[in-house]
């Protein structure tokens, strides 16, 4: 880095990634190349199509994601993040495809060339209709999975097409596309089956586990499934209205962190507590740590006890999809 802050260029970055890794970055924005190929042409690969780079990731940025890059624009190529967790994690997600330049723990940089590109593109009127709609199809991918922990491709593409009208080939590539991008969920193949599972779900046996379980699959609309990743669907629970009680009463949480709550505090918790209940709570009193203080134990058990709570109305991989509260019905 220069002292006056500005960033060094786009290829001058790439000469300090290896060459595998300007490989894998090809490979993930489907760009081709020439396997023979020396390490200084692979990066003037990547240079020519910096283009085809941003237009890729504007298919796949969500609503937040793309309030997060006008920032990037307007801050000029430089954001320096404090306790933001959620721009934290997207700028820590184009790091790891080689999209930003990491100056120190808070500083980065979006090269020029780069930048140039998403400042007109941000200009297009239709952008914000088109990422309002990859913000649904991205949490009614996770609506599945959160839901039932892992699913068929084929089952999962009947609910999919009702939104999306890509043939099951099409669909497979953009959902593979997705999951290789964010890294929050896997799609496992088996011969001539495919499925998509959670990401804690780390391999296919344990994800074939879930799927021997006696009973049938909870059928949700994809409106329900969307509503599950978002927890508005939990919205309607006394178990979550509890929750937010407690948590509105003793401390000040802006609208937009009720996400962080969701996807840093909750998530993870019932992920785990779905692959290991030994072991969740102690997962969730150290996501409490992290994220919360509190006066005495009491009212962290408090805590701990109210989103116990709440995982028996969320939906059970064990039971299919059905809550542990209906399946005992």
Known sequence: MKKDNKVTSYKDYL????????????????????????????????????????????????????????????????????????LRNFITNLERHHLVIKKDEKTFFLPKELLDIYKKELKKKRLLDKIKATTDEYKLILGFVDAYG??????????????????????????KDIANFYDEFKVYEDKNKIYIANEQIDS???????????????????????????????????????????????????????????????????????LNPDGAKEVLSSLIDMYFEFNNEKHKDKFI?????????????????????????
Request: aromatic share 14%; glycine share 4%.
């Open 15 to 86: 000469e300090s990634v290896n060459k595998n890794e300007i490989i894998k970055m090809l490979e993930t924005f489907h760009i081709d190349y020439n396997k023979n190929a020396k390490k200084q042409e692979l990066i003037q690969n990547v240079m020519d199509n910096v283009n085809a780079i941003v237009t890729f990731t504007l298919n796949l940025f969500q609503i937040d994601e793309y309030h997060n890059i006008r920032l990037f624009v307007k801050k000029k190529g430089k954001l320096v993040i404090k306790v933001n967790y959620l």
């Open 305 to 329: 006890g109210l989103v116990e709570k709440l995982a028996l109305d969320y939906p059970s991989w064990d039971t299919k999809g059905c809550s542990e509260k209906d399946d005992n019905n």
């Open 150 to 175: 892992i699913i068929d491709f084929n089952k999962f593409h009947e609910g999919y097409a009702k939104l999306y009208k890509l043939p099951k080939e099409k669909a497979l590539i953009r959902i």
């Open 204 to 274: 296919l046996k344990k994800g074939k586990s879930l799927l021997k379980k006696i009973g049938t699959f909870a059928v949700y609309t994809n409106e329900e499934l969307i509503s599950i990743y978002d927890f508005t669907y939990m919205m309607k629970f006394k178990s979550y209205k509890k929750l937010m009680k407690f948590i509105n009463r003793n401390y000040y949480v802006e609208k937009g962190n009720f996400k962080i709550i969701n996807k840093y505090v909750l998530k993870p918790y019932l992920t785990m507590y779905q």
